[in-house]
């Protein structure tokens, strides 16, 4: 991976932008970042390269192959960002992607990443409100930063095993465990994100801990998935059968 380092990071976070899961458990890890001294370095990991593998037309809803072309042309614009601006780039940019990508109005409704012709004045934006220059959306469709992202995509499934999903995170690292998830559909308040969090890391930090899961979940509480604020989440199998919570 290239650009400056986060030194001494407490956690690396690995995230696609278009996992809406990922999303919602950074802005529960930046809670904890506003309560404590905690050092996050962000990291990229592709959807579409950990599926490569897969046939999207007989797994997948019809929507998930676009998505997660998306993600990946979205990575490219981090990887080079990175690149020119360094690591700390990424902080204002993963920040400034998920809130354009996740608090909109629902992706059936109006996705610009899906349009061509308002693709690139989309990612102008995002690239505006994180302080980037504009010229880093000349990435979209840059192949060549592809490289970097499978790269990096292999390095954090190398620390949890292959049959996982987004986000990936990397606690105490280099030496740490690193896990998938924690999977959340809603944001904790203030004071339960830190509590939350001190869970987590406990867990993680037990050398014998290995999993602890659930299939039913209720829909991300998020407007890209027609949830508003402030609306009761129900319990439901959202992703049912092949539509696995991790693709």
Same mark, same amino acid.
């Given at each position: 991976m290239t650009g400056a380092r986060v030194l001494d990071a407490d956690l690396h976070f690995y995230f696609d932008p278009?996992?809406?899961? #990922?999303?919602?458990? &950074?802005?529960? @890890?930046?809670?904890? !970042?506003? #309560?404590?001294?905690?050092? @996050?370095?962000?990291?990229? @990991?592709?959807?579409? !390269? $950990?599926? &490569? /593998? !897969?046939?999207?037309? &007989? /797994?997948?809803?019809p929507e998930y192959e676009a998505g997660h072309n998306a993600g990946l042309r979205l990575l490219r614009v981090a990887a080079r960002a990175r690149r020119e601006h360094g690591a700390a780039a990424l902080d204002p940019?993963?920040? #400034?992607?998920?809130? #354009? $990508? $996740?608090?909109r109005r629902p992706w059936a409704d109006d996705l610009p990443m899906l349009d061509p012709a308002r693709e690139v004045p989309f990612v102008e934006g995002i690239l505006a409100e994180a302080g980037l220059p504009l010229d880093l959306a000349a990435a979209l469709h840059d192949e060549c930063e592809d490289a970097e992202i499978r790269a990096e995509t292999e390095a954090a499934l190398a620390l949890t095993g292959r049959d996982v999903g987004t986000p990936i995170l990397h606690v105490d690292p280099p030496n740490g465990s690193a896990f998938f998830g924690p999977v959340i559909s809603r944001r904790p308040s203030d004071a339960e994100a830190v509590e939350l969090w001190d869970h987590v890391v406990a867990l993680a930090r037990f050398p014998g801990f290995s999993e602890l899961k659930r299939s039913l979940r209720e829909r991300p509480q998020l407007r890209a998935y027609g949830v508003e604020p402030g609306d009761v989440g129900q319990v439901e199998d959202w992703h049912a059968g092949s539509r696995r919570l991790k693709r």
């Open positions: 278009v996992c809406p899961f #990922a999303w919602l458990t &950074s802005t529960w @890890v930046r809670q904890v !970042i506003a #309560a404590r001294e905690y050092r @996050v370095e962000w990291r990229l @990991v592709s959807l579409r !390269i $950990m599926n &490569s /593998h !897969i046939d999207y037309a &007989s /797994h997948f809803p940019l993963q920040a #400034a992607t998920g809130e #354009a $990508m $996740m608090e």
